[in-house]
């Protein structure tokens, strides 16, 4: 029994033992660490076996991307290089996937917006590219400030966009990210975003399983489009066959191309409950009718409001949305039922999540949605503040918040 | 490979028009002596593509695929223009992604598939036309140059934007007028060929396609070379027979004329590059 065991072990190219998506993400023994964002970047690539990456510096990025440079010198990843621009970048991330190389890469605000074309082209061409996004402002004016307005301009590009709220969170979702996106009925590039500085720059808890064992590798002849190796058939191919001719076939192509892309990120629905263990995350109590929906550490902040709002005698539940494509549409609906403020605490000026929640409660919800506290460009969002926002238009009392 | 990945499927064997089944049954591959020579008898583009009556890239295509030493294991990389409405066409794994960015999606293949496939030889040839190239591309075509990646880019240069109709580019002649240049163009055009050796091409090439030995002569180096030393340039004028007001037989009278001024043979080789080359000449295959 024990020498069938030890003959199935299979070491990926790093030499580190395979194991399966669960025992990594949910079974295997779990140690302690203090580190930032970046930092569990690195210690989620490294167990990723992921064969490329593609890096250009851009604030509050850099790190990461750095990091992901030495695993490459250390043999944890097998193709590394700077590339000349983020829409350089993610042209090449695009060919290293097409290649099948399990592909991650990493930006920030307006490298972002550089890279834009690519991301419908990534989604197009059905690569499960990760890009982790450590949101940042965009210009002008200029700034390097934390700040999500880039995540609304990427919500209909056809690629999934899961939140990170923490170290912690960025590292799981990492892991199952590609585990997630590289599924043959999925197979569509992932984002997952995190706010930068707060999460990136900041050190906290993380608690990792052991650094000799990894997912197993992609395998891209699995995948839903040919590989483009010219080692499986079939040969003769066009990656991807555009459709600009003008009659009626090709426009019902490439709408219905399209709509696959979307038909895609819906069928990611199960297997992301299954490994981030649900789309959201209920903080509170659950009766409440002050709700607050959050993404990212607009969610932290939240949990940290609803503390302050129980002294203040008044019960209040957060909803963090972990994942944003797809949009948890139903846990949104289940969750607010009770509930007669929903408030959206955000770091944009805009209030993307705000229009995305009003989009998907309308008519399921008599609550008030409420775009506020919301705040940009840098600033941050102290709980009292949220508590403060609460308390003022709900027609409460302010006791003790200062 | 196998060149299996290459048939056509049994099953549907009844359906597919016969000029699809002679790319495969008129295939000259697995021999890296072939050539334009071979052109009377092989079949390397479709009759139906969608270029012009005429028009010199589909004599560019099919001297250039009949030329490629190891088209079984080679990976075309396109752009958006004329050119890229080929690509469907042809008898090969081709990508397109996006206009101007094929060098840096041939440069993501290269290295994966060097890294995937240690022990076996994958060319990695990027095809595009001026526009793609010089213009809205010529960032990640020479980024490409500089970071000396293992690839070969052909730009079909016909010095104007053909196919969205006819606007200037930063190919086009000094002074000619195009939609865009309503005075005409008020700048050089961009030598691109020397543009590339100075970034660090290893061998580079300026021609019209009018001779379709020179063109099978320089693509065979350009391969071989970018296969082991590292990037490659080859420029061919391939003139928009429709854009310059040329009836579709004068095409090639057009480039013999320009064989003797502005796209006269020009070749460059590095060092190294020679000695690859002067190798290839002694085991036959240039």
Same mark, same amino acid.
């Given at each position: 029994?024990?020498?069938?065991?030890?003959?199935?072990?299979?070491?990926?190219?790093?030499?580190?033992?395979?194991?399966?998506?669960?025992?990594?993400?949910?079974?295997?023994?779990?140690?302690?660490? $203090?580190?930032?964002? #970046? =930092?569990?970047?690195?210690? /989620?690539?490294?167990? +990723?076996?992921?064969?490329?990456?593609? @890096?250009? !510096?851009?604030?509050?990025?850099?790190?990461?991307?750095?990091?992901?440079?030495?695993?490459?010198?250390?043999?944890?990843?097998?193709?590394?290089?700077?590339?000349?621009?983020? $829409?350089?970048?993610? #042209? =090449?991330?695009?060919?290293? /996937?097409?290649?099948? +190389?399990?592909?991650?890469?990493?930006? @920030?605000? !307006?490298?972002?917006?550089?890279?834009?074309?690519?991301?419908?082209?990534?989604?197009?061409?059905?690569?499960?590219?990760?890009?982790?996004?450590?949101?940042?402002?965009?210009?002008?004016?200029?700034?390097?400030?934390?700040?999500?307005?880039?995540?609304?301009?990427?919500?209909?590009?056809?690629?999934?966009?899961?939140?990170?709220?923490?170290?912690?969170?960025?590292?799981?979702?990492?892991?199952?990210?590609?585990?997630?996106?590289?599924?043959?009925?999925?197979?569509?590039?992932?984002?997952?975003?995190?706010?930068?500085?707060?999460?990136?720059?900041?050190?906290?808890?993380?608690?990792?399983?052991?650094?000799?064992?990894?997912?197993?590798?992609?395998?891209?002849?699995?995948?839903?489009?040919?590989?483009?190796?010219?080692?499986?058939?079939?040969?003769?191919?066009?990656?991807?066959?555009?459709?600009?001719?003008?009659?009626?076939?090709?426009?019902?192509?490439?709408?219905?191309?399209?709509?696959?892309?979307?038909?895609?990120?819906?069928?990611?629905?199960?297997?992301?409950?299954?490994?981030?263990?649900?789309?959201?995350?209920?903080?509170?109590?659950?009766?409440?009718?002050?709700?607050?929906?959050?993404?990212?550490?607009?969610?932290?902040?939240?949990?940290?409001?609803?503390?302050?709002?129980?002294?203040?005698?008044?019960?209040?539940?957060?909803?963090?949305?972990?994942?944003?494509?797809?949009?948890?549409?139903?846990?949104?609906?289940?969750?607010?039922?009770?509930?007669?403020?929903?408030?959206?605490?955000?770091?944009?000026?805009?209030?993307?999540?705000?229009?995305?929640?009003?989009?998907?409660?309308?008519?399921?919800?008599?609550?008030?949605?409420?775009?506020?506290?919301?705040?940009?460009?840098?600033?941050?969002?102290?709980?009292?503040?949220?508590?403060?926002?609460?308390?003022?238009?709900?027609?409460?009392?302010?006791?003790?918040?200062? | 490979?196998?060149?299996?990945?290459?048939?056509?499927?049994?099953?549907?064997?009844?359906?597919?028009?016969?000029?699809?089944?002679?790319?495969?049954?008129?295939?000259?591959?697995?021999?890296?002596?072939?050539?334009?020579?071979?052109?009377?008898?092989?079949?390397?583009?479709?009759?139906?593509?969608?270029?012009?009556?005429?028009?010199?890239?589909?004599?560019?295509?099919?001297?250039?695929?009949?030329?490629?030493?190891?088209?079984?294991?080679?990976?075309?990389?396109?752009?958006?223009?004329?050119?890229?409405?080929?690509?469907?066409?042809?008898?090969?794994?081709?990508?397109?992604?996006?206009?101007?960015?094929?060098?840096?999606?041939?440069?993501?293949?290269?290295?994966?598939?060097?890294?995937?496939?240690?022990?076996?030889?994958?060319?990695?040839?990027?095809?595009?036309?001026?526009?793609?190239?010089?213009?809205?591309?010529?960032?990640?075509?020479?980024?490409?140059?500089?970071?000396?990646?293992?690839?070969?880019?052909?730009?079909?240069?016909?010095?104007?934007?053909?196919?969205?109709?006819?606007?200037?580019?930063?190919?086009?002649?000094?002074?000619?007028?195009?939609?865009?240049?309503?005075?005409?163009?008020?700048?050089?055009?961009?030598?691109?060929?020397?543009?590339?050796?100075?970034?660090?091409?290893?061998?580079?090439?300026?021609?019209?396609?009018?001779?379709?030995?020179?063109?099978?002569?320089?693509?065979?180096?350009?391969?071989?070379?970018?296969?082991?030393?590292?990037?490659?340039?080859?420029?061919?004028?391939?003139?928009?027979?429709?854009?310059?007001?040329?009836?579709?037989?004068?095409?090639?009278?057009?480039?013999?004329?320009?064989?003797?001024?502005?796209?006269?043979?020009?070749?460059?080789?590095?060092?190294?590059?020679?000695?690859?080359?002067?190798?290839?000449?002694?085991?036959?295959?240039?």
């Amino acid at each position: 029994m024990q020498t069938t065991k030890e003959q199935s072990v299979i070491y990926n190219r790093a030499g580190q033992r395979v194991v399966s998506p669960d025992y990594l993400l949910f079974e295997a023994p779990k140690e302690k660490h $203090f580190m930032t964002g #970046s =930092e569990a970047v690195k210690e /989620a690539v490294k167990r +990723a076996s992921v064969d490329a990456s593609v @890096s250009y !510096p851009i604030t509050p990025q850099s790190e990461a991307a750095h990091l992901i440079g030495e695993l490459w010198v250390e043999g944890y990843v097998g193709v590394y290089f700077r590339g000349e621009s983020e $829409f350089g970048v993610m #042209s =090449e991330v695009a060919g290293c /996937a097409m290649a099948g +190389a399990r592909t991650i890469t990493t930006t @920030s605000g !307006p490298g972002t917006l550089r890279a834009f074309e690519n991301f419908p082209m990534w989604a197009g061409t059905r690569i499960p590219v990760q890009l982790v996004l450590m949101a940042r402002g965009v210009n002008a004016p200029l700034t390097i400030q934390p700040d999500n307005l880039e995540v609304a301009f990427l919500l209909d590009t056809g690629c999934m966009i899961w939140y990170a709220e923490t170290a912690q969170d960025l590292f799981d979702m990492i892991l199952a990210g590609f585990v997630v996106a590289e599924k043959p009925d999925v197979h569509v590039p992932l984002i997952t975003a995190v706010d930068g500085f707060f999460v990136s720059h900041t050190r906290e808890a993380v608690y990792l399983p052991p650094d000799d064992i990894a997912l197993p590798p992609y395998d891209p002849y699995r995948a839903p489009l040919p590989v483009i190796d010219a080692e499986v058939p079939p040969g003769r191919f066009l990656r991807d066959p555009f459709v600009m001719k003008s009659n009626y076939i090709s426009y019902a192509t490439h709408a219905s191309w399209q709509w696959e892309v979307r038909s895609a990120i819906e069928r990611s629905r199960p297997y992301a409950k299954h490994y981030l263990r649900g789309l959201v995350e209920e903080f509170g109590d659950p009766e409440a009718d002050i709700v607050f929906v959050a993404c990212g550490t607009a969610s932290a902040q939240s949990k940290e409001a609803v503390r302050l709002l129980e002294d203040e005698g008044v019960k209040a539940k957060v909803i963090k949305l972990k994942t944003i494509r797809p949009f948890p549409v139903e846990e949104l609906r289940n969750s607010v039922k009770n509930a007669k403020y929903i408030f959206v605490p955000e770091f944009n000026v805009i209030g993307w999540l705000e229009r995305e929640v009003r989009r998907y409660l309308y008519g399921h919800s008599r609550a008030e949605v409420i775009g506020s506290p919301r705040v940009a460009g840098g600033m941050t969002m102290p709980p009292e503040v949220i508590a403060k926002e609460v308390l003022k238009l709900t027609g409460k009392e302010v006791k003790h918040v200062i | 490979m196998s060149y299996k990945i290459y048939e056509i499927n049994e099953a549907l064997i009844d359906f597919v028009p016969q000029e699809i089944k002679d790319l495969q049954s008129k295939a000259t591959w697995g021999n890296p002596k072939r050539g334009v020579m071979d052109l009377p008898y092989a079949k390397e583009l479709l009759e139906e593509h969608s270029l012009c009556a005429g028009c010199p890239e589909s004599m560019a295509f099919r001297y250039i695929l009949a030329s490629l030493p190891n088209p079984e294991d080679t990976i075309i990389i396109n752009s958006t223009g004329c050119t890229s409405l080929v690509f469907p066409h042809i008898a090969l794994h081709t990508v397109h992604s996006l206009f101007g960015n094929q060098n840096a999606v041939a440069s993501g293949i290269k290295r994966v598939l060097e890294w995937r496939f240690p022990d076996k030889v994958k060319d990695v040839v990027v095809l595009a036309g001026d526009g793609a190239t010089v213009d809205i591309g010529l960032d990640c075509t020479l980024q490409s140059f500089f970071r000396q990646e293992k690839i070969t880019t052909i730009c079909f240069d016909n010095e104007v934007y053909a196919n969205t109709g006819g606007q200037e580019s930063g190919l086009t002649v000094k002074g000619h007028v195009f939609k865009m240049a309503p005075k005409g163009k008020q700048w050089e055009k961009v030598p691109m060929w020397q543009l590339a050796i100075d970034s660090g091409c290893h061998y580079v090439a300026r021609l019209t396609v009018s001779s379709p030995k020179r063109v099978e002569s320089v693509i065979k180096k350009a391969i071989y070379v970018a296969r082991e030393i590292g990037p490659t340039y080859v420029h061919l004028y391939t003139p928009c027979i429709l854009e310059i007001g040329l009836n579709s037989d004068d095409a090639l009278e057009e480039m013999r004329a320009r064989d003797k001024e502005r796209f006269n043979f020009f070749e460059y080789a590095s060092s190294q590059a020679e000695e690859v080359i002067n190798r290839k000449k002694e085991e036959g295959l240039l």
